[in-house]
C-alpha cells in the first residue's frame, strides 16, 4: 500500500492537486500525533489510578486487605510479594497494546486518506478539464487537450477505485473480527458498566469502564466516519462529472467520462470484512443495536 501510495504521487500534475494530498496527508499527521496523545494520557491515567490502589493497600498495613489490581491477571505466584513487578508488567503490557493499536490505526487511517485525495483530485480534475476558454482553441489542439486532461482524470478516478477496493479486500479477514470483537467487547463494557452502577458504585471501576466504553465508541465514529467521507468524495465526483461541460466535447472524447459516470452510478464504499459499510448511518444502526441489546440482557439478568 506505501509503495502504491508513492506511486499514486508520481501522477500528480500541478502545485493546486500536490495542495489537494498534502491536506489529506496533514489530517493524517494530525490524526496520528492526537490518537498517540491521547494514548500517552491513558497509560499515565492507568498507572496513576493503579498506583493509588497500591497506595492506599500500603497505608491500610494493620487491616486484612487484598493486592488490587484494575486488570486481573493470574500469575501463579505470591501477587504480595510481586505487586510491583506485576505492576511494572501491567505497564509494558499496556503500552505495547496501545503502541500496536496507534501504529495500524493511524497507518489505515492515512490510506484512507490517501484515497480521499486521489477521489477529490480526480473531481478536481474533471471539473477543470472543460473549460469555456479551452472551448475556444482551434479543433486539433481543442480536442487533443480535452483528450489528455480527461484521460488524466479517468486514470486517477481508476487509481481511486481500485486503491479503495485493494484496502478493503487485503484487510476484510482482520476488519470482520475486529467487528466481532469491537461489539462484543462493548456489549460487556456496557453491561458491566450498568453492574457497578447498580451493585458497587466503585468509583475507579466507572472510570476504567466509562473510558473502555468511549474507547470503543470513539473508535467506531472514526472508522465509519472515514468510510462517509470516502463515500461522499465519491459521489462528489460523479456530481461533478454529471453537471460538467461534457456535452460541449467531441463524440470520443464524451465517451471517456462514460467510465466515470458507469463508476459513479454505485457509490464508493469502504467495506469492513464484505458484511459491514463504514458510514455514519451504519455506526448509529450499530450503536444503537448494542445499547438495546445491553439493556435488554442487564434488565433480564436484574430480574432473574
Same mark, same amino acid.
Given at each position: 500500500?506505501l509503495?502504491?501510495?508513492?506511486n499514486?504521487l @508520481?501522477l500528480?500534475?500541478d502545485k493546486?492537486? *500536490?495542495d489537494?494530498?498534502?491536506?489529506?496527508f496533514h489530517?493524517?499527521k494530525?490524526?496520528t500525533?492526537?490518537?498517540?496523545?491521547?494514548?500517552c494520557?491513558?497509560i499515565?491515567t492507568?498507572i $496513576?489510578?493503579?498506583?493509588?490502589?497500591i497506595f492506599d493497600i500500603i497505608?491500610?498495613?494493620?487491616?486484612?486487605?487484598?493486592?488490587?489490581f484494575?486488570? *486481573?491477571t493470574e500469575y501463579? #505466584?505470591n &501477587?504480595?510479594?510481586? =505487586? +510491583?513487578?506485576?505492576?511494572?508488567h501491567?505497564?509494558l503490557a499496556i503500552s505495547?497494546a496501545?503502541v500496536?493499536?496507534?501504529s =495500524?490505526?493511524s497507518?489505515?487511517?492515512?490510506s484512507?486518506?490517501?484515497a480521499?485525495?486521489?477521489l477529490?483530485i480526480a473531481?478536481?480534475?474533471?471539473?477543470n478539464a472543460i473549460?469555456?476558454?479551452i472551448?475556444v482553441i482551434?479543433?486539433p489542439?481543442?480536442?487533443y487537450?480535452?483528450y489528455?486532461?480527461? #484521460?488524466?482524470?479517468?486514470?486517477?478516478h481508476?487509481k481511486?477505485i481500485?486503491?479503495?477496493?485493494y484496502?478493503?479486500?487485503e484487510?476484510?479477514?482482520?476488519?470482520?473480527i475486529?467487528?466481532?470483537v469491537?461489539?462484543?467487547?462493548?456489549?460487556?463494557?456496557?453491561?458491566?458498566?450498568?453492574q457497578v452502577?447498580?451493585?458497587?458504585n466503585n468509583?475507579i471501576?466507572l472510570?476504567l469502564?466509562?473510558?473502555?466504553i468511549l474507547v470503543?465508541?470513539v473508535?467506531m465514529?472514526?472508522t465509519n466516519?472515514?468510510g &462517509?467521507?470516502?463515500?461522499d468524495?465519491?459521489?462528489?465526483?460523479?456530481?461533478a462529472t454529471?453537471?460538467?461541460?461534457w +456535452?460541449?466535447?467531441?463524440l470520443? =472524447? &464524451?465517451k $471517456?467520462l462514460?467510465f466515470i459516470?458507469?463508476n459513479?452510478?454505485?457509490?464508493?464504499?469502504?467495506t469492513?470484512?464484505?458484511?459491514?459499510?463504514?458510514s455514519?448511518?451504519?455506526?448509529?444502526?450499530? @450503536?444503537l443495536?448494542v445499547f438495546? @441489546?445491553?439493556k435488554y440482557?442487564y434488565? +433480564?439478568?436484574k430480574? *432473574?
Open positions: 500500500m509503495e502504491e501510495n508513492r499514486n @508520481k500528480l500534475k493546486l492537486e *500536490i489537494i494530498i498534502e491536506k489529506y489530517i493524517a494530525l490524526f500525533i492526537t490518537l498517540m496523545g491521547i494514548c494520557c491513558a499515565i492507568y $496513576i489510578l493503579q498506583s493509588l490502589l497505608l491500610s498495613l494493620n487491616e486484612s486487605y487484598s493486592y488490587r484494575i486488570f *486481573i501463579f #505466584v &501477587q504480595e510479594k510481586y =505487586t +510491583y513487578a506485576i505492576f511494572l501491567h505497564i505495547v496501545i500496536a493499536l496507534c =495500524t490505526g497507518t489505515l487511517f492515512a484512507a486518506m490517501n480521499c485525495a486521489l477529490n473531481s478536481y480534475r474533471v471539473e473549460k469555456w476558454n472551448l482551434p479543433s489542439t481543442r480536442e487537450l480535452l489528455r486532461r480527461l #484521460v488524466h482524470a479517468v486514470t486517477l481508476r481511486a481500485e486503491f479503495t477496493k484496502f478493503s479486500s484487510f476484510a479477514v482482520s476488519f470482520l475486529l467487528i466481532i469491537g461489539v462484543i467487547s462493548l456489549s460487556l463494557s456496557l453491561f458491566q458498566f450498568l452502577i447498580t451493585l458497587t468509583i471501576e472510570i469502564f466509562s473510558f473502555l470503543h465508541l473508535y465514529f472514526i466516519y472515514t &462517509q467521507v470516502i463515500t468524495i465519491g459521489i462528489k465526483l460523479f456530481k454529471y453537471n460538467g461541460l +456535452y460541449v466535447a467531441p470520443h =472524447t &464524451q $471517456i462514460l459516470l458507469q459513479g452510478t454505485v457509490n464508493i464504499h469502504l469492513c470484512g464484505r458484511l459491514f459499510t463504514a455514519l448511518e451504519g455506526f448509529a444502526a450499530v @450503536k443495536k438495546s @441489546k445491553t440482557i434488565t +433480564y439478568n430480574l *432473574i
